[in-house]
């Protein structure tokens, strides 16, 4: 039998090649003579380097930098043969680097991703492609704007203090961003726009840390930051604050966007890069996963895509997860044809947390022991 793994991530406890290794592993215990075939995914969020990183001809290169709150953390950038740079905008300003007590969008910044991109400019790429997914930042990339010599500033020409809530009081930029004329692309599945009812602020501030209070604030603020952008940046397309793509991770995807870059699906990209769609052909079982299965993984996210990828070609897909809350009908409609979960495997949400590689070994077996032939 043929069967293809290509989860996502299990957000806080696993990436998605942990996942893959986890239930291939249970798997050849029962049918050690299948052949599967492994495609991790990734979305532009946290582990798109990382699943990258095995599907291109690149090497990672090491790269220091900061965590939203300026503290030194550990960076890498995919350098391919081809010129092109990959990096991630969660390893500087991922959520999960903050504990709950210190988020908060109002000070966060993406200095941080600024230094990524730097290290990628002088690497010598000619196009840098920025994964953006699970951030704790909402800054609209003021900060990785600094990090690239074009600081915000005030009226009276100082600097403004890192954050969200400061760029009330833009009023133009230090300088040019230091780019060497390399082309930006913003890897992101998602297509807020920067700010509105719809927007960075309103959607996914709350996630961050923001109340209600300090949302109309901040999307005030973004909203004052992208008519400097325009004015100061001449690759700034017209209209940014209300551009599709540019709420992504606290409106970084604004910044590529004011930068003259451009927005591009990242699942399609990570899809073609790893020669998914061949790995399909190929396959007469589909497992994907992602470490919670609700309602909006039916939506976009990397188990729907997978999901109705594998209906459209009449195969049989089975989504594993850390908990499953999608309704069985809607997920059938999606292309789902069985779900299953650590925390009903286990019992309880802590045993699940803490044990997620023995659970998908067991899932692994399990599975392998009603499909294999």
């Not at 290794?21 to 050849?28: E, P, Y």
């Not at 030194?72 to 092109?84: C, F, K, N, Y």
């Not at 604004?254 to 399909?280: K, P, Q, Y």
Request: charged letters at 20%.
């Amino acid at each position: 039998m043929r069967v293809l793994f290509c989860p996502d991530k299990f957000a806080g406890t696993l990436s998605a090649p942990e996942v893959v290794a986890a239930v291939t592993d249970g798997w050849r215990q029962v049918a050690p003579d299948d052949d599967l075939i492994a495609r991790p995914l990734a979305d532009g969020g946290p582990g798109f380097v990382e699943v990258l990183a095995g599907a291109v001809d690149g090497r990672r290169v090491p790269v220091p930098t900061v965590d939203p709150l300026g503290r030194a953390v550990p960076g890498e950038i995919l350098l391919t043969t081809d010129g092109t740079a990959y990096l991630e905008s969660a390893q500087a300003c991922g959520l999960h680097l903050l504990d709950a007590a210190e988020r908060d969008p109002k000070v966060t910044t993406s200095y941080g991703l600024g230094l990524l991109i730097a290290a990628a400019v002088e690497g010598g790429a000619q196009r840098v492609v920025i994964g953006l997914g699970g951030s704790v930042t909402n800054d609209a990339g003021a900060g990785m704007l600094a990090a690239l010599g074009a600081a915000p500033l005030d009226v009276a020409g100082h600097a403004l203090p890192y954050g969200g809530a400061a760029l009330t009081a833009v009023e133009a930029l230090a300088g040019t961003p230091r780019l060497r004329g390399v082309e930006l692309v913003a890897a992101t599945d998602v297509d807020n726009p920067l700010v509105g009812l719809h927007g960075a602020s309103n959607v996914y501030g709350p996630q961050k840390g923001a109340t209600r209070e300090d949302i109309l604030l901040l999307d005030a603020a973004l909203e004052r930051f992208a008519t400097v952008l325009e004015r100061e940046l001449p690759a700034c397309p017209a209209g940014l604050a209300a551009l599709p793509g540019g709420g992504a991770a606290g409106g970084l995807g604004a910044a590529v966007l004011a930068l003259g870059g451009r927005c591009e699906s990242g699942i399609a990209l990570v899809t073609r890069l790893i020669g998914l769609d061949a790995a399909f052909d190929a396959a007469d079982l589909v497992i994907t996963g992602e470490g919670s299965f609700d309602h909006q993984s039916l939506r976009g996210k990397v188990v729907a895509g997978v999901a109705g990828a594998a209906r459209d070609r009449g195969l049989p897909c089975v989504v594993l997860a850390g908990r499953v809350s999608a309704g069985r009908r809607e997920a059938a409609a999606a292309g789902v044809t069985e779900a299953y979960s650590l925390v009903e495997h286990f019992g309880d949400v802590e045993t699940a947390m803490a044990r997620p590689v023995e659970g998908l070994r067991a899932l692994g077996t399990r599975l392998a022991g009603q499909w294999s032939r």
